[in-house]
């Protein structure tokens, strides 16, 4: 049951994506792994973030699922 807790504390998926940025951002350990044009990483609002809430950047872009009317399939990116 403690477990269930830990996934639904977003102060523990807060650091999870700063990890992740830290990685894979534009100055990240693994960035020259990441194809181009590369990844756009949402800023952190950290000091808003809590147990039951996290805060992100917006951040405009394209829809990856395929919506219903779609004509055809998204292509898959190997990383």
Same mark, same amino acid.
């Given at each position: 049951?403690?477990?269930l807790f830990e996934e639904l504390d977003y ?25 181009? =044009?590369? *990844?756009?990483? =949402? ?10 809430? *996290?805060?992100?950047?917006?951040v405009e872009g394209e829809r990856l699922a395929?919506? =219903? ?5 998204? =292509?898959?990116?190997?990383?």
């Amino acid at each position: 049951c403690s477990r269930l807790f830990e996934e639904l504390d977003y102060r523990r998926e807060a650091s999870n994506c700063e990890t992740f940025a830290t990685l894979y951002g534009p100055d990240g350990s693994f960035s020259q792994d990441v194809p181009s =044009p590369g *990844l756009k990483i =949402p800023e952190l609002e950290k000091d808003l973030c809590s147990r039951r809430v *996290l805060v992100m950047e917006w951040v405009e872009g394209e829809r990856l699922a395929p919506s =219903p009317d779609a004509k055809e399939d998204l =292509p898959l990116v190997e990383m």
